[in-house]
């Protein structure tokens, strides 16, 4: 009876293992997938491939990571699409524009721990040392009387409304100033829906011409060609969310800083 009733539950098992084998499963398809690895920390970068707007310090960062493979794009939104779709494991951007361009990725997320800590300041040539001097005290004097922490309580934190700072019109206006940024950095710049540049920098600089009686002229160009184009004097000044280098020193002088923050880690959740 032993014998049998083994014989009976070897049959039954077979039969089971044949009908689970034949059970079809649901794939995915391979184009569909996104392949992504766990990246915790600076750590971990190592050996990936990481994406950051070209010439910019998360470029130059960038380089110094571990047989990292860095793929460089023409501006930060760029790179975090081309994270959300898979072609990059992780980018390398400032934490202030990585959060307006993540607010709404619900598969992306920004490491608490920042990659490195950095100053902003305006670029001018150096052949144009009295104008850089004014736009130096100009900025001592919005530091001062609170008028550079209002402009960038205006877009950063919880109650950001994004008003832009209105210029003085009580101000006699005696030549301009032409800036170079780049529209692609929010909230320091990006343009609005009627094309307009808007952001951090471009309050700084029309609160900086209110100082001097001088009116902005502001426009966009790629980052990388900010340094150059203000040290061959196409551009009286540069704003733009620009770090000092020595590299950059070598090309134009810079003000005292007028705004601090850190190059963070996007990546998959």
Known sequence: MKRNFGIVMSFIMIAACISGCGEKTEEIPAENTVPIYVIESADDLSGKTIGTQLGTTGFLFAQDIQDANVEPFSSGSEAIQALKVGDIDAVLIDAETANVLVQNEQALTILDEPFAVEEYSVAYAKDNEELGQKIDDAISKLKEDGTLEDIKKHWIGENADNAP??????????????????????????????????????????????????????????????????????????????????EREKNVSFTQPYATSTQVIVVHR
């Open 165 to 246: 700072y209105v210029p003085k019109a009580d101000i006699e206006r005696n030549g301009k100033m032409k800036v170079a940024t780049n529209a692609e950095f929010p909230p320091y710049e990006s343009f609005d829906e009627n094309g307009n540049i808007i952001g951090i920098d471009v309050d700084i600089m029309n609160a900086v011409c209110d100082e001097l009686g001088m009116e902005l002229v502001i426009e966009s160009v790629d980052f990388d060609t900010i340094i150059p184009s203000v040290n061959e004097g196409e551009y009286d000044a540069g704003a733009a969310g620009i770090s000092v280098t020595p």
